[in-house]
């Protein structure tokens, strides 16, 4: 039995005697202890983002941080039933981190393993009759030989996917000096699969030592295998709206961040003002591919970071658009379902992609935003108005970065910052088009247009994209705009 020191923190499925578990509250502790949280910033997970079933949870959250542990070591029916015990000790924001949090939901388990003759295949799998086809070529992504660990987010079909991957050194000469497996997770929402970061990276380990050890991941499975509709249908949602003009812990999707340098912080920095060119791009729903060699995990979070910068929470605005669905990792094999998609952003480390110009509007290759399509490419050019919102969000970055360390602030987070930052610019422009739109003149002027936050001249071909997209069809355009 390994020792419980080395165990990583959702291991707790492993065949351990009843005599010698640990005692629930003192484990649970533990496992919410500062020094077993992988995540950066006190960002806390709410509704999942994802039509999936499944009842509300409990959150066991007493350092006030809004993130809960990595794990449970009782199971979710449990935590139900105490929260319906007991609705008084609980105050207003925590029932409503008890009504929106997401059911964990593990649809499969499986590994993926690499053979010299066969290449990618699929080791093992629980359920046995799940349609794993292909999911060999996702977990363990083309290029991956190159890196000693990565991990990978990924659609298949209806579900989302977390798959850990690791590269370890072995003396055989059938395996060519080089054992590589990866041990992965399906689900029908991705926002919750960063809680299993850890049991898959251990796990991952333990296939590379000691290949064919399944019972950790058996106990897992049974343990949190989902409880499905009859018919077993998911639906893909896209990236959701935040209801409400401000944000909370307890009230806006996320997915946990375990990037060294956080999420929206690295994505900030590696593309600088680009940010504003990709959030035009997202909010008219535009096709985006991002390109990178391995590792993919950092590249599965600007898949993220993207999604994030179309968010609008005006009721009824945007309900005639395509989803802006996110796929994270692509290969080969998604070609024939991209074809069919209107929306989405997604991220692949196989460079033929940049020749399929039909499966894309936007390809991007390292801090480098092209497209082939004419009628997009004005709108690579920053305007007046971009280079303010950029600096307008540095600025208002570096202030939370002096809150963090003058006052310890351990409450607001860059995430909640960048989401509510273009929150905020989008629901600004859907208000305006909708006031103008209801007025008895039903023009767009520059005063309009500057009311959105938007340059009248450098930003005209981006707005008469939008009220295409959106409907606004029936709004003039002053001649005053006519020059760019």
């Not at 409400?244 to 690295?266: D, F, R, V």
């Not at 390292?366 to 997009?376: A, C, D, F, I, P």
């Not at 930052?421 to 002027?445: K, M, W, Y």
Request: hydrophobic content about 35%.
């Amino acid at each position: 039995m390994v020792e419980r020191s080395d165990r990583a923190p959702l291991l707790d499925w492993e065949e351990v005697p009843a005599a010698e578990k640990p005692d629930i509250a003192h484990e649970s502790d533990r496992l919410s202890s500062p020094s077993n949280s992988r995540a950066i910033g006190c960002t806390a997970p709410a509704f999942g983002w994802s039509a999936s079933p499944g009842g509300p949870r409990s959150v066991s959250d007493e350092d006030g941080s809004g993130a809960p542990p990595a794990t449970s070591v009782t199971p979710t029916g449990a935590d139900v039933a105490d929260a319906d015990q007991h609705p008084s000790d609980a105050g207003p924001g925590e029932d409503r981190m008890v009504k929106w949090e997401e059911k964990d939901q593990i649809v499969s388990v499986f590994v993926v393993t690499f053979n010299t003759r066969s290449g990618n295949m699929l080791e093992w799998c629980l359920p046995r009759d799940m349609d794993l086809e292909g999911v060999e070529f996702k977990a363990i992504a083309s290029g991956s030989h190159r890196v000693t660990t990565d991990f990978i987010y990924f659609r298949k079909g209806c579900y989302f996917g977390l798959a850990c991957f690791a590269n370890m050194a072995v003396e055989s000469a059938v395996e060519r000096g080089a054992r590589m497996k990866s041990v992965g997770i399906l689900s029908p929402s991705y926002t919750l699969l960063y809680r299993y970061m850890s049991f898959l990276e251990h796990q991952v380990r333990l296939q590379l030592q000691f290949p064919g050890h399944y019972s950790p991941l058996e106990a897992f499975y049974e343990d949190k295998r989902a409880l499905l509709p009859p018919s077993g249908d998911s639906v893909v949602t896209a990236c959701p709206n935040i209801w409400g003009a401000s944000l909370n812990h307890s009230m806006h999707p996320e997915m946990k961040i375990t990037h060294p340098a956080g999420c929206m912080s690295q994505f900030t920095r590696f593309f600088g003002e680009q940010i504003m060119v990709l959030w035009k791009l997202a909010l008219l729903r535009r096709r985006i591919l991002i390109f990178s060699p391995p590792p993919v995990g950092v590249v599965c979070y600007r898949v993220y970071c993207c999604c994030c910068l179309a968010n609008i929470s005006i009721p009824g605005v945007g309900v005639a658009v395509p989803e802006f669905r996110p796929f994270f990792y692509v290969n080969v094999a998604d070609i024939s379902a991209l074809e069919n998609e209107l929306a989405y952003v997604a991220c692949t480390t196989e460079k033929i992609f940049e020749e399929k110009k039909d499966l894309y509007d936007v390809y991007v290759d390292n801090q480098n935003v092209k497209t082939y399509r004419e009628g997009l490419k004005p709108l690579l050019r920053l305007s007046t108005a971009d280079r303010d919102k950029y600096r307008k969000l540095t600025e208002q970055r570096q202030m939370l970065l002096y809150s963090q360390e003058e006052n310890a602030d351990c409450v607001s987070s860059e995430e909640d910052l960048f989401i509510l930052f273009f929150l905020e610019q989008n629901n600004r422009i859907f208000q305006t088009l909708s006031e103008v739109a209801g007025s008895p003149d039903p023009t767009l002027t520059q005063e309009s247009v500057r009311a959105m936050g938007l340059d009248p001249h450098g930003d005209r071909l981006f707005l008469l994209h939008l009220l295409e997209i959106y409907g606004y069809d029936t709004l003039l355009v002053s001649d005053q705009l006519c020059c760019s």
